[in-house]
């Protein structure tokens, strides 16, 4: 069982920077790949990046490429999400994931405002 607790959301202007994090429970944080997916209102649950459990690959949603980087630091079973030169179009809920041989867990989520 993992459970993931999201932090580092809030409001920011354009241009902005934040970064977010996931705290995780568990022995087998390392193990795990981790995800960002994000949910704007009235849209479904989109992809934003992922990282390897060792930390050594990352992959990108398009829409972040070159503005978010995804981190983790397994000693304390953290990943970041920071995201830097912040849009509007970045507004939505971020949620943490970690998904692996069926087993898939999700955060509360953390609120990502930007505004114009």
């Known amino acids: 069982q993992v459970q993931l607790v999201e932090s580092g959301g809030g409001l920011v202007q354009a241009g902005g920077s934040l970064r977010l994090s996931c705290a995780a429970s568990g022995r087998t944080f390392s193990s795990y790949p981790m995800n960002w997916f994000r949910q704007a209102p009235g849209k479904e649950r989109e992809f934003v990046a992922t990282i390897s459990g060792s930390g050594g690959l990352t992959y990108y949603a398009d829409s972040v490429k070159g503005r978010f980087t995804i981190s983790r630091d397994n000693a304390k079973n953290t990943v970041y999400l920071q995201m830097n030169s912040l849009k509007p179009e970045d507004t939505a809920v971020y949620y943490c994931?970690?998904?692996?041989?069926?087993?898939?867990?999700w955060g509360q989520g953390t609120q990502v405002t930007v505004s114009s």
């Open positions: 994931n970690a998904k692996k041989s069926g087993n898939d867990y």
